[in-house]
T-cell receptor, first 116, second 111 residues
Framework: GAVVSQHPSWVICKSGTSVKIECRSLDFQATTMFWYRQFPKQSLMLMATSNEGSKATYEQGVEKDKFLINHASLTLSTLTVTSAHPEDSSFYIC????????????FGPGTRLTVT | KQEVTQIPAALSVPEGENLVLNCSFTDSAIYNLQWFRQDPGKGLTSLLLIQSSQREQTSGRLNASLDKSSGRSTLYIAASQPGDSATYLCVVSSGSYIPTFGRGTSLIVHP
């Protein structure tokens, strides 16, 4: 149990366009979802924390108007990269927890975004 | 602010060796600590989760210990195999339940 999926797994888009990445908890309800990005050979960087039904909390330095996060249900959170630029090319990973109380995290397989 | 450090950053060993990966954290008021492995270009696979009230967890050839008072966790890998080659990440959940990642230990086990 505790499977998290991401879609798409890989996407190429042109500069200036927007891309939506979905994160789904398939067999449990996720009160909290986290979004991370990872540059090559670097560790994951937390971008934002989203709790179902409320606005996401963004980490310092992450532009909330550029990285739109929606957590409309207990099984789905979306990350939309707006007006993408080549420097947004990265590996984006989400994780989900059943509760907001420091519960175990379950990670999605990640989405590779390339902006040309 | 919680800081997580993993030592060593990289490790290359022959097959069959027993390994110890270290993780230290600055704020001992944690909720839990997880060890993950990440294969190149892939997502994360959870290995072991230790709740703050626990001292260790075991799964197969893996054993993770937690010493909150000293801010340390170790991941012990017994009888390493080439398939164990990956980056191992330590993640600590503490204040406001925000997870903090270490930079990882890159492990290569050669035949």
């Amino acid at each position: 149990g505790a499977v998290v999926s991401q879609h798409p797994s890989w996407v190429i888009c042109k500069s200036g366009t927007s891309v939506k990445i979905e994160c789904r908890s398939l067999d449990f309800q996720a009160t909290t979802m986290f979004w991370y990005r990872q540059f090559p050979k670097q560790s994951l960087m937390l971008m934002a924390t989203s709790n179902e039904g409320s606005k996401a909390t963004y980490e310092q330095g992450v532009e909330k108007d550029k990285f739109l996060i929606n957590h409309a249900s207990l099984t789905l959170s979306t990350l939309t990269v707006t007006s993408a630029h080549p420097e947004d090319s990265s590996f984006y990973i989400c994780s989900a927890s059943r509760t907001s109380g420091g519960d175990e995290q379950y990670f999605g397989p990640g989405t590779r975004l390339t902006v040309t | 602010k919680q800081e997580v450090t993993q030592i060593p950053a990289a490790l290359s060993v022959p097959e069959g060796e027993n390994l110890v990966l270290n993780c230290s954290f600055t704020d001992s008021a944690i909720y839990n600590l997880q060890w993950f492995r990440q294969d190149p270009g892939k997502g994360l696979t959870s290995l072991l989760l230790i709740q703050s009230s626990q001292r260790e967890q075991t799964s197969g050839r893996l054993n993770a210990s937690l010493d909150k008072s000293s801010g340390r966790s170790t991941l012990y890998i017994a009888a390493s195999q080439p398939g164990d080659s990956a980056t191992y990440l330590c993640v600590v959940s503490s204040g406001s339940y925000i997870p903090t990642f270490g930079r990882g230990t890159s492990l290569i086990v050669h035949p």
